[in-house]
């Protein structure tokens, strides 16, 4: 059994399209037939977040941390309990590709870290044009770049427990976990090839992760000094 792991916080006007996608995912044929089980970790909500994802088929449990690393645990955890041999994470503002799942398995590795994409960068309002291409310029979506992201991250029951699992960290856990892989001999595919679409909200719910950089990034260009066309 494959074992898909959302952590979400107040997520209702984000999760359906997640959930929609994942289950697309999980009819690739590809898998040929092999389960696939979904949980939302439900992290201190307060919205209809848990309701969607009821609607949606998606197993729930629920935990009060306001911590991304504890709530991807706890969902690692569910699911290896339910007897996952792979685990993969995303987010409940990412949409996965048809064949995420597969695309994953087919590389061969211990985890793969795959890269993302941003359709819409509207939420940067005015700013979206100059945010997008710092995105293009300094984001390498390529075979053997080297981001990590929670959003799209698969790993072999395997090696987590190897690794010993995502720490309680408020951000940053995912690069934590991969450097644990890293330590304990795991092969770790660096692809393109398992394609997600996350979001470009401004928002964060991680402080520290990809929305926040996003912001940061805004930040400092706004700050870099006017180029004098006579130098």
Known sequence: MIGVVIPAHNEEHHLGVALQAIEQARRD???????????????????GTAAIATQHGAATC?????????????????????????????????????????AQLALGADAVCGSIGVADWSPHGEHAALIEAHFQETYSDREGHRHIHGANLGV?????????????????????????LERSGARIAWSAAPRVVTSARRDARAKGGFGDA?????????ALPAVNPSC
């Open 29 to 47: 044929p590809c898998l040929e037939g092999e389960a696939v089980q979904v949980i939302v970790v439900l992290d201190s909500c307060t919205d």
């Open 156 to 180: 072999s029951a395997d090696a987590y427990l190897r690794a010993g699992g995502f720490r309680a960290l408020p951000c940053s856990e995912d690069v934590d976990l991969v450097l644990a």
């Open 62 to 102: 629920a935990v009060r941390a306001r911590n991304v690393g504890t709530a991807r645990a706890l969902g690692a955890t569910a699911m290896l309990a339910a007897g996952a041999r792979w685990l993969a994470f995303t987010d409940a503002d990412t949409a996965v590709s048809p064949n995420w799942l597969s």
């Open 214 to 222: 996003l912001l940061q990034a805004v930040a400092a260009r706004l």
